[in-house]
């Protein structure tokens, strides 16, 4: 018993790396966002006035994609495939 757990020790490591594919290939890489196109009904500097994003850029390890806006707004993070 003692040894069929110290052979099997040997191969649990191969889990992470299958774990990080997996996640990638159902989810994507994470892009970070880059720029964003908006309209404002104040100032365009204003913090407080309120904005409805149309286009988010966002910028990872596939490149930069430019998406639609999702119901107005942009996250900060995006899992693209």
Do not use: E
Not at 17 to 38: K, R
């Amino acid at each position: 018993m003692i040894r069929t757990l110290s052979y099997a020790s040997l191969f649990v490591w191969i889990l992470s790396p299958l774990a990080l594919y997996g996640a990638n290939t159902v989810f994507g890489t994470p892009h970070i966002i880059q720029s964003y196109t908006f309209s404002t009904s104040g100032s365009r500097y204003d913090p407080f006035a309120d904005r409805h994003y149309f286009d988010c850029t966002y910028w990872g390890a596939t490149g930069t994609h430019t998406v639609s806006a999702r119901a107005g707004k942009c996250g900060w993070v995006r899992f693209i495939k």
